[in-house]
Every structure is written in C-alpha cells, then in structure tokens.
C-alpha cells in the first residue's frame, strides 16, 4: 500500500475533474504531479506540487491554481485539511484512519510490503565486480560487489526481471602476466629458486597453490617448452584458479552471478569474431570512418603518433573525441572488445543495463555510454554507477597491506573479521560515489553510533517486546483491523507509522535512480524513530508496548512493533543484511 501513490492518483483525478468541469483547461498533464512528504511534518502528512507544475499550461498563477484544487482536494476521503505554502505548494493533512490502514496492509500483505509492480517485469542486466582475474578481491572490489548486489535484489524488490553479470577479462596483457607469474610459481613448485618476482608481474603467494597444481599435474614436461606453447596452457589454468578464488570470496558476502561472460570468447569464441563482426555492422552503418585524430592536449607533438586510424564517430553521440577502434598493429582496441560485450547485452535482451565500475574508470563513462547509442540505434541504455575508493582503517588509523595478497588488504580479510552484516550494511551507508572511511574497529561496536548495529538492534528489540507481550497475554491476532490500530494516537506512534508509510515510496523511488543506499538510511531513521519510540515507553508507563490492563491497546501496540520489524526485516533483506531476533 503507497498512499504516496494512492494520493498522486486521487489529486490527479482532481485536476482530470476541474478540466471536465470547465474550472481549469483539460489538456493538462498530470503525470507531472509529485506526492511526497512535506520536509516538515508540522506542515501536514503530504505535499503536491500540482499547482506549481501546471499553473505555466494553466495560464494562471500557481496560487491561484492551489486556490482552485483545495475544494476538490476536501472531497477526498481521509483529507481533513489542505493548504497553500510559499508559491503554491499544497500540504494536505490526513485523517489518521488512513496511516492506521497502512498498519494494517503490512500485517496483510507480510514481507511484500513495499514490493512493487513498477519495473513492469523489465529486463535489466546489472554487471558489476568485474574484477581483473589476476588475485583475489579487495576491499574495493567488495564496495562494488556489495553495491551492485543490493541493486540487483532492489530492483527485484522493485518488480524488474534482473539478471546478475560478471565480465571476465581475460583476454589482454594482465592475463599474460598472471600467465608468467604462475609460471614461476610453477618452476618454483618444481625444487628451482626463482628469486624476487620480477616487476610487472604479480607477487602474492596465492599463486603458489597454482604453480603446485600444475607441477602435480605436468611434471616437469611444461618446463622446457616456449613461451608460445606453455603461456596459452598456464594462463588459463590460472584463470580458472583465479575465478574460482573470486567466486570463493563473494560467496561470503552471499553474492552469486546469473552469468561469467569471457571477453576473450568475444573474439576467439568459435567460428565467430564478435568484434571484427560488430566494427563490419559500423563501418556499413557509417558509424566507423578512416580517419587522423589531433594530439591530446598538453602532449608534446614529438610524443604523439600522427596515422590513420579506424575510428568510432563517438563525438556524434556524445562523445568529446572519436575513439580508434584497432591499435596500430591491426589488434583491437579494448574499447572496440567493450562495445562488441555491450552489444552483445542488448542483442540478448537487455535494453537496461547497469555497469557497476570502480573510481579509476570515471573517464570512460561518455565513450561507452555512447557507444551503446549508437549501436542500439538510441533503443538501449547504460546508466553507469562509480563506486568510489574504501579507506580501510582501525580506530582510525590506515591498516597495512596483506602478505597474501602482495599489496592490497584482501575482501576476505575483512570479512573474517567484521563479519559479512557489517562489510554489506557499511558499504551501503554512504552514496557509492563518495569515499568510504571502513573502519574495522567501530562497525562491530556495539554502540548507536555504528549503524549496523543500530538497526539491527531495533529489529532484535522488536522480537524481544513481542516475546514480551506473547508471555503477558493470551493468544491473540496481530492481524488487528484499522479501526482496532485507533488507539495508536501518541504523536511518537504516529511518527513510527508515517515513517513505515514512506517504505513503498522509498522502495521506488530507489530502484528507479538505481541506489540501494536509500534503503540503508531509511533503514537507520526507521530504526531512530523505534529506538525513540522505546525509550518514551521507558520513562512513561502510559506509553510501554504491554498495558496489563488494556489489552485491545496492547494487541495495538504490539501490531506497531511487529510492522516496524517486518519493515526492518524487509528492507534488509534487499540489502542482503541478516535481521536477527537476538543480539550477542
């Protein structure tokens, strides 16, 4: 139940009304009206903007516009008041029988409350990690990880048909080097001495169970072959090792992808070269010219090579250069190979697609989304997310690298540690293109100031005040109907419904600007209100959840507290986040 939803439709009608009636032109668009909160809620339980949107088509000033809808506004059921603020925004206050009601549709409708039907089944393919398969995942990559995730379980949530990717790069000069590092690995499995990892390669030791495995299963027999017959066999065997490493990682974090597509299948996938296939379909579409591109600027004239080049006329779509599609020894470029995967995407059905990519990657946002205009003919889109880079830290302090990894702190590591709630839930508590400060000491504090454990103590409360209640009373229904919730007046319980009402809107709303980070503050208010909600009932007994003597309003108080914890659990869940009846 969105009574946000409901309200836009009912003023809507409104408007549809005045225009059949004469009193305001019936051309008007009401799709344009906006429900939502008020920013203050002394001002009233909704705000439109109706008369602010349509006043310019109306030919009339905005307040004038507000001054016409107000009576219409009046004859809704459940509007008690309507007024004009500022310029012409209208705050309308409700009877309380209509948040009681949204009390009641929780009870109804269970962990679908804020389920939507607004993606409309749509395809969506969501491609995040996309980690390099050369070690195991950091922290980093576990931001991206858990973003695009929870971006996928929302817009499930949201009523989207999602499809959850992973783009392996293995086809380029990293996998080659990932190649001649399990190669040393290899000859060091074997009894040699290899010394210092040479630089360019790559040092961890998680590569020596690699170099182990291929010395158990070649013997020696790989040793004194060429570069070109041994580099093609180890290379992919310590991709396979790598991927399965990387998927060992995510499954801590509990995340599971639909698809692992090979970029190297892109052009050595069988009898077709997808790239070579893709730069054919361009050239005869005039999307691809022969042609010489200007210097890059501040780069000296002696640096830059001056040749013709086969170039995408990225600039036509948005761009601010053309982008060359070959290198100057005929081989693709890894832009042409990024074009050829998104292409492909869309030739499997996925118009909407979701690239979640790291903070180094900022630049190549307008040639790829591009791109995806031109050769979807304008009918596909890529809405591209940054996350941004994670400072880890303890008690404030920069935490050193890991020996395992060679330079960097491991994904997980920190799980090991923190625990997979606190990784998922802090890397979700800051919008994903802005620097995150992990600090491992204080997301397991058992304090409110760790968000985590802030609302996931609100939850474990609930399940210990509805304990409570279930040994103070006999059995009863919580399912109780809206006219039985009434009793629910204090202005702290109206305050914890209004805010249970806002979770369908914020749902939506979520899902359509593609940030799962809403949920997560929402989570922490809902949470804020509970704990606030809590503490009165402590200092006031009129106000505690169990009333020994009153027992319809105790069977409404706790029909409260059990919404407030099916909302929690709810909402955690689509960030993949446990919601646990008991804290330790």
């Known amino acids: 139940m969105n009574i946000f939803e409901i309200f ?6 409104a408007v549809s009304a005045l225009g059949r009636d004469g009193v305001l032109p019936d051309t008007l668009d009401t799709k344009r009206i906006i429900v939502e909160p008020p920013r203050d809620p002394f001002h009233g339980d909704l705000a439109t903007n109706a008369a602010m949107v349509l006043a310019k088509d109306a030919q009339i000033p905005p307040r004038s516009f507000a001054e016409k809808l107000i009576p219409r506004l009046l004859l809704i059921d459940g509007v008690l008041a309507a007024d004009i603020a500022g310029p012409g925004f209208i705050n309308i206050k409700l009877d309380p029988k209509i948040f009681h009601s949204v009390l009641h549709a929780v009870h109804q409708q269970g962990n679908d409350f804020g389920r939507s039907t607004s993606g409309k089944a749509r395809n969506v393919n969501v491609e995040f990690v996309s980690a390099n398969p050369t070690g195991p995942m950091h922290v980093g990559h576990g931001r991206g990880a858990v973003f695009g995730d929870a971006l996928a379980s929302l817009l499930i949530f949201a009523g989207y048909n999602v499809t959850r990717e992973y783009y392996i790069n293995d086809a380029g000069a990293q996998v080659d080097s990932l ?11 074997l009894g040699e001495e290899i010394g210092a990892i040479p630089e360019g390669l790559y040092p961890g030791d998680y590569l020596v169970p690699v170099g182990k495995a291929l010395a158990d299963h070649y013997g020696s027999s790989l040793r004194d072959q ?3 017959e041994w580099l093609p066999i180890i290379r992919q065997a310590a991709i396979d090792a790598m991927m399965e490493m990387i998927r060992e ?8 992808h639909d698809v692992f597509f090979s970029e190297r299948s892109l052009s050595q996938g069988g009898n077709r070269d997808e790239i070579g296939a893709l730069i054919t379909d361009m050239t005869a579409r005039d999307l691809v010219y022969q042609g010489r591109l200007p210097p890059p600027k501040g780069a000296p004239v002696e640096d830059w090579e001056d040749r013709e080049q086969t170039l995408f006329r990225a600039s036509a779509y948005g761009d601010d250069v053309d982008r060359p599609l070959l290198k100057s020894d005929g081989s693709y470029t890894y832009f042409a190979a990024d074009i050829a995967y998104h292409r492909s995407k869309y030739l499997r059905g996925f118009a909407t697609m979701i690239d979640v990519w790291g903070a180094d990657h900022g630049g190549y946002i307008k040639r790829m989304t591009s791109a995806v205009k031109a050769v979807t003919d304008g009918m596909g889109e890529l809405d591209v997310k940054i996350c941004q880079l994670v400072r880890l830290l303890r008690n404030g ?3 050193k690298m890991s020996k395992r990894s060679g330079d960097f702190v491991t994904l997980r590591e920190v799980v090991d540690e923190v ?3 606190a990784v998922r839930f802090m890397m979700l508590y800051r919008k994903n293109d802005a620097t995150l400060d992990f600090d491992l000491a204080k997301v397991i504090d058992q304090s409110k100031d760790n968000p985590v454990f802030y609302v996931q103590y609100a939850h474990a409360r609930c399940a210990s005040v509805l304990r409570q209640g279930h040994a103070a009373q006999s059995a009863f229904d919580l399912a109780v109907d809206a006219g039985a919730l009434s009793k629910l007046t204090d202005a702290s319980e109206l305050a914890v419904i209004h805010r249970i009402a806002q979770f369908p809107r914020i749902v939506e709303a979520a899902a359509s600007a593609h940030e799962p980070h809403r949920i997560a503050f929402y989570l922490h208010d809902l949470a804020s209100d ?3 909600l809590w503490n009165r009932g402590k200092d006031n007994p009129d106000l505690r959840f169990v009333i020994e003597n009153d027992r319809n309003l105790t069977i409404a108080r706790l029909a409260l507290v059990d919404a407030v914890r099916r909302v929690l659990a709810s909402g955690l869940s689509v960030l993949g986040v446990s919601a646990p009846n008991e804290m330790r």
């Open 8 to 13: 836009q439709n009912h003023v809507a009608e």
């Open 530 to 532: 509970f704990h606030s």
């Open 249 to 256: 990682d995510l499954a801590v974090l509990d995340i599971r």
């Open 179 to 189: 190649g001649r590092s399990a190669f040393l690995r290899y000859r060091e499995a």
């Open 419 to 421: 625990g997979r709630d």
């Open 397 to 399: 302090e920069q935490v």
């Open 226 to 228: 060429s570069e070109a």
